[in-house]
């Protein structure tokens, strides 16, 4: 293989120059988080109900242990981790940190995940399209000419959503080599994955930035906790252009106890897994059904005709599915996500009705 150009990679010409330039709030808790805190107009009588979190406090804004406890699980360094407000903070910080408004563009891969057009368009960041293939990869060398002088981020997802399907590895490495810029491969999905986590290779890959979130495998969408993992220059940016006490107490504290349990979490996912195999097993046997797309993911997306009609007659009857007939290569596209074995079986009972 060629050397590539992007091993040495510079980071800081790819910061908008106003952020390079910012000092960033250096909030109390910078300094000491211990001892008699009389430093950021807290209230030390407590907060107004039985207060066992120490909730009358802010939170740390470095949250170290959270994140090292991150960097542990998935074989980096602390300085590798940043932790958010769900992946939505991440997507909105690299934005921020590398696209100028009405200058910049970013490319994604429809048919893809949503929020990084929207986060985009929010920030005044062109968005250019390179569909995926009809079989949902990769396709690298029209991404490379679809890149122009004002690109900066290329977002990709894998396990992809809507699909289910992870991107095959030597392409996102393709990319990785030969990209301009920063390569976001979203893995909201990994842990369903047969597929490894590029978490780690962000040691050799300074433009790699890896998302991952506790919202799906981790089975706590509720604590709303995002994480980015990159080189300790990109996370440096990314900590000094955050609200300084962008995460909650509680979110910390329940995200740190996740470790504690990660029996359970291995546990669903295998049972997630078994069930998303029998689903769609039982989902290809159905005479109108005539593709149901490989998953690495929670879910299955398959193609019947009908699909609208058949999304709102499921809703009538109180099972919840998702459209996606109107992304490309999706035409009549249902995604459904694997729930418990008797909710699988009940949107195959009422599936099967619809279909009778
Ligand atoms: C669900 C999902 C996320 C998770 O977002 P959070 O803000 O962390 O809940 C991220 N990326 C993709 C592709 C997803 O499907």
């Known amino acids: 293989m060629s050397p590539s150009p992007n091993r040495s990679f510079d980071i800081e010409s790819l910061v908008r120059p106003n952020i390079r330039r910012l000092q960033p709030y250096r909030s109390a808790r910078d ?34 242990e959270l994140r090292k406890r991150i960097a542990d699980f998935r074989d980096v360094d602390v300085d590798n981790v940043f932790v958010g407000v769900g992946s939505d903070e991440a997507i909105d910080l690299l ?24 986060a985009a368009q929010i920030n005044d960041i062109t968005v250019d399209e390179v569909l995926l293939s009809e079989d949902f990869q990769l396709r690298p060398d029209r991404i490379l000419a679809a890149v122009r002088p004002e690109t900066r981020l290329l977002f990709l997802c894998s396990p992809n959503n809507p699909t289910g399907n992870h991107l095959k590895l030597f392409e996102i490495e393709k990319l990785l080599d030969r990209f301009p810029g920063l390569v976001v491969v979203d893995e909201a999905y990994i842990d369903f994955s047969s597929r490894k986590s590029l978490a780690a290779r962000v040691r050799e890959y ?4 890896v998302l991952q979130t506790m919202s799906k495998a981790f089975g706590l969408a509720g604590i709303r ?17 955050k609200a300084p006490y962008n995460l909650n107490t509680l979110t910390s504290k329940y995200a740190r106890e996740a470790f504690d349990h990660l029996g359970q979490i291995r546990w669903n996912i295998d049972e997630i897994i078994q069930e998303r195999n029998r689903l769609a097993h ?34 009538e009857e109180g099972v919840i599915i998702r459209y996606r007939g109107h992304e490309p290569h999706c035409e009549n596209g249902l995604r459904v996500t694997i729930g418990t074995p008797e909710e699988n079986n009940r949107f195959l009972e009422k599936l099967t009705e619809l279909l009778a």
Not at 292 to 310: E, R
């Open 31 to 64: 300094d000491f988080e211990t001892g008699l805190l009389l430093d950021a107009n807290e209230n030390s009588l407590g907060a107004p109900f039985r207060d066992a979190e120490g909730l009358n406090r802010y939170p740390s804004p470095q949250q170290y």
């Open 282 to 315: 039982e989902l290809n046997a159905f005479p109108g059904i005539d593709q149901v797309a490989p998953s690495d993911a929670n879910f299955l997306l398959f193609k019947v005709d009908g699909a609208y009609d058949i999304y709102r007659r499921l809703a």
């Open 206 to 209: 300074p433009n790699l930035v």
């Open 95 to 118: 934005l921020r940190i590398f696209c100028e408004p009405a200058r910049d563009r970013i490319i994604i891969t429809p048919p893809t995940y949503g929020m990084y057009k929207v």
């Open 225 to 241: 906790l995002g994480m980015a993992i990159a080189s300790p220059d990109i996370i440096g940016y990314m900590m000094k252009v």
